[in-house]
């Protein structure tokens, strides 16, 4: 089959050259990368002859993601097929495909995992839309997927939505992952870390993937000394929270990994900063005050009761 590739970087670039090894014809363009096989949009849908005509969306959700399937809106015919596989918002999705499909134009949302591993083990893809345009598709999806990696998951919008659960669920279990090492990291019993991890892959309940890859991390920056604590979130653990509130379902272990990369940010709290002042004014407990610049660093470890009677209070 012809499929035109918009985004060529880290999981577009490797989805092309995936799909060039089961015998499928890839025009790709990258507004980014000098070895684009065309030059703009246009010409990508020029190059396109067999109908219907196929073009796979690879680029950052939001505003990105709306210009591309705009502009493929006008360009393209009653019958091509668009396929959005970046972490869209399902709800975009829902209005995308209603859109283009005033004009003839089919659409399906495909949450795509995989990573920069996906080239070489395959990838999990959760397709949204209808089943006449998922099977005319199959032979692209199963190029792509490993081993019982793809399902078709529902309408329009189900792709995305499922990919949001996912990648939800991928908060917390990296967020568990991070606490248990930490815990063994802070353990003052000679504990030996990676290898306590490493035997967890084999047999044990917790083993999984990212336990691998955790694993392989540590075994190549040990203590992570080359890295910082500060970690990024690219919306969908928000959209899941979101999901969670306007549906009634409890999300606690999905809503704390996501605030945990929130506090991940923050040089210093203002909401614990608050917390040490209530203690310091209620009970006269010791703070531990910040240091501003030509003062002298405080030899002790943090300020005592700030006086007689709030000492008392503290007893």
Known sequence: MQIGLIG?????????ERWRRHDHQVVGFDIFKPETDVKSLAELVAALTPAPRIVWAMVPA?????????ELADRLAPGDIVIDGGNSFYGDSQRRAAMLAEKGIGFVDCGTSGGVWG?????????????ATIAHLR????ALA??????????????????????????GLMQAYAEGYELLTASDMGLDVPAAMAVWRHGSVVRSWLLDLLVKAVGEDPGLSRLTGYAS???????????????????????????ARFASRQVESPAMKVVSALRQ???????????????AVPSGPAIGPVSAAAEGLAQ
């Open 8 to 16: 060529l970087g880290k999981m577009g670039g490797a989805m092309a």
């Open 62 to 70: 939001g505003e990105p993601t709306e210009a591309v399937i705009t």
């Open 119 to 131: 080239l070489a083990e395959g990838y999990c893809l959760m397709a949204g839309g209808d089943a």
């Open 139 to 142: 032979p692209l999806f199963d």
């Open 146 to 171: 490993q081993k019982d990696g793809f399902a078709h998951v529902g309408p329009a919008g189900t792709g995305h939505f499922t990919k949001m659960v996912h990648n939800g669920i991928e908060y």
């Open 233 to 259: 979130d690219s919306g969908e653990g928000r959209w899941a929270v979101e999901a969670g509130i306007r549906l009634a379902v409890p999300l606690p272990v999905i809503s704390s990994a996501l605030f």
């Open 281 to 295: 004014q209620f009970g006269g407990h010791a703070v531990h005050p910040a240091v501003v610049a030509g003062d």
